[in-house]
């Protein structure tokens, strides 16, 4: 098993609880993203994590989400209050950064969320 | 900021006819280019990429991409469609730093048989 892995695949909350969505990278993958894709949209940018770097958080929509990453390895993405826009299919991807350029994405299959 | 454009949304093309998906970048120097492919259901699959060198690259499923640096482009390209590559299609930049990769917002592919 050497791809991303994402757990749950689905979740279906109630609207003003609280979600963890988790992500296993690649071992030895330095970099790790989350995006968010609503339906029939596009890849929104959520956060991005490289090595010990500061993370980029620029695409977090509201101070109800946040992430963490432990050393180069698992992340968890956790949405507080859920609200009912939140509902989408949260993607986390990771890659290798060789020094000068960082190698193509790999992605997980997703989580599906649901707000009800 | 590094930013990616694909203005069409959404393209239906006859099976067996060419097709071309579009993709302009707005970055200041040479980015690093790529083409992903989410069928219906799955995970987003890396088509091709370009990071220096020939201009013209080849990926998998028969799809090849331009660059274009006078144009600003990326133009994902196969000869001839199969009913199998209706999907989205998401071009992506970054800069070659540690820095973020970004999507465009997709076009969507329908082949019609």
């Known amino acids: 098993g050497a791809g991303v892995s994402q757990s749950p695949s689905n979740k279906v909350t109630e609207k003003g609880k609280d979600v963890e969505l988790r992500c296993d990278p690649i071992?030895?993958?330095?970099?790790l993203y989350w995006y968010r894709q609503r339906l029939g949209q596009g890849l929104e940018f959520l956060i991005y994590?490289?090595?010990?770097?500061?993370?980029?958080k620029s695409g977090l929509p509201s101070d109800r989400f946040s992430a963490e990453r432990t050393g180069e390895s698992v992340s968890t993405l956790t949405i507080q209050r859920t609200q009912q826009e939140d509902s989408a299919v949260y993607l986390c991807?990771?890659?290798?950064?060789?020094?000068?350029?960082?190698?193509?994405?790999?992605f997980g299959n997703g989580t599906r969320l649901t707000v009800t | 900021a590094q930013s990616v454009t694909q203005p069409d949304i959404h393209i239906t093309v006859s099976e067996g006819a060419s097709l071309e998906l579009r993709c302009n970048y707005s970055?200041?120097?040479?980015?690093?280019l790529f083409w992903y492919v989410q069928s219906p259901g799955q995970g987003l699959q890396l088509l091709l990429k370009?990071?220096?060198?020939?201009?013209l690259v080849q990926g998998i499923k028969g799809f090849e991409a331009e660059f274009k640096r006078s144009q600003s482009s990326f133009n994902l390209r196969k000869p001839s469609v199969h009913w199998s590559d209706a999907a989205e299609y998401f071009c992506?930049?970054?800069?070659?730093?540690?820095?973020?990769?970004?999507f465009g917002t997709g076009t969507r592919l329908q082949v019609t048989l």
């Open positions: 994590f490289q090595g010990n770097s500061a993370p980029d």
């Open positions: 370009y990071f220096s060198g020939d201009t």
């Open positions: 992506a930049v970054n800069t070659g730093t540690a820095s973020k990769l970004t």
């Open positions: 970055y200041g120097a040479t980015p690093y």
């Open positions: 071992s030895g993958h330095t970099a």
């Open positions: 991807a990771s890659s290798l950064y060789t020094g000068s350029y960082n190698s193509p994405l790999h």
